[in-house]
């Protein structure tokens, strides 16, 4: 689960990435004129802002998960040390073997 969750996480950031390069191509003219946007460069500077915000929200919802998940894997470990040095050798979550005389 958490190789998925880090290639989600991966793909997130690349869309980021791409919408981050076309919000600049819509600066870039008026950055170079020396100008406020017009009308239409202003809307579509919002709808890529806005779009941003929202992937934003994505990865911070897929960096979560996969902070609880290895949370998770790494209690796992502590416990899997803890039955082996205390000699219980059966794994998480398995019954324990009883032998009835």
Not at 20 to 49: I, S, Y
Request: charged content about 40%; overall charge negative.
């Amino acid at each position: 689960m958490l190789a998925f969750l880090r290639k989600q996480l991966q793909d997130l950031l690349e869309q980021r990435a791409a919408l981050k390069t076309e919000l600049d191509e819509v600066l870039k003219a008026p950055t170079a004129e020396k100008r406020n946007l017009t009308e239409a460069e202003d809307k579509t500077f919002a709808e890529k802002r806005d779009a941003i915000k929202a992937k934003d929200g994505e990865i911070d919802t897929i960096e979560a998960r996969i902070a609880e998940l290895e949370e998770v894997e790494e209690r796992g470990k502590k416990a899997a040390e803890l039955r082996a040095q205390y000699g219980q050798n059966q794994p998480e979550g398995g019954s324990p073997s009883v032998q009835v005389i």
